[in-house]
């Protein structure tokens, strides 16, 4: 019985580890050092939450230029459709990123110093031509659901998920307003 158990589990791992390495990633999160992965974690969740094959790496504009150059160039020909870049600092990667390939960037502002707005003005002040999607500072959620709706375009089950994704957003808001109004204060008018 054990024997059974145990070779249905280890049958059960392999056969995950083969189809993620068949897989090909349709997001790709890169960012700039791995001290950013605890912020790009959110974004991580929701793709994988959404069943979209995404990758992660950590590639610096500054210290790895010749891996970025690599992985720009040749991230449309490996199947990614949408490239989340995440820096902070200088925050050079997601413009470094977009000036080698056509396929849209998603820009996501670390606060690593100036509380952000560093990170944040280098990435959404782009020359004219090179433009870079930017979202709000350490907001990779939003990062990864702007890609989500982008893929929703053209795919209609992550179109639908999508719908009910936001469809449970409206829902939260609507029961927390609900319970609001039974919170009690003397001059409360509601």
Do not use: C, W
Not at 48 to 72: C, G, W, Y
Not at 95 to 103: P, Q, Y
Not at 110 to 123: K, M, Q, V, W
């Amino acid at each position: 019985m054990l024997k059974r158990m145990f070779i249905r589990r280890v049958t059960y791992i392999l056969n995950v580890k083969n189809k993620n390495k068949r897989m090909k990633p349709k997001v790709s999160i890169i960012m700039g050092s791995t001290s950013d992965l605890a912020i790009m974690k959110k974004a991580a969740d929701l793709l994988n939450d959404f069943q979209i094959p995404f990758e992660m790496q950590a590639l610096s504009a500054h210290r790895t230029p010749k891996e970025v150059e690599q992985f720009a160039t040749l991230a449309e020909s490996r199947g990614v459709k949408i490239i989340i870049a995440a820096a902070g600092m200088a925050a050079h990667l997601p413009g470094v990123i977009a000036s080698m390939t056509t396929l849209p960037v998603i820009g996501v502002p670390i606060d690593a110093s100036l509380n952000g707005l560093d990170a944040l003005l280098a990435i959404v002040q782009m020359p004219p031509g090179i433009p870079v999607a930017t979202v709000g500072i350490n907001a990779s959620l939003n990062a990864a659901l702007l890609a989500v709706e982008m893929l929703a375009l053209e795919d209609q089950s992550v179109k639908q998920k999508l719908t009910q994704y936001k469809d449970n957003l409206k829902n939260k808001i609507i029961q927390a307003n609900n319970e609001l109004q039974e919170v009690k204060y003397p001059f409360k008018t509601n």
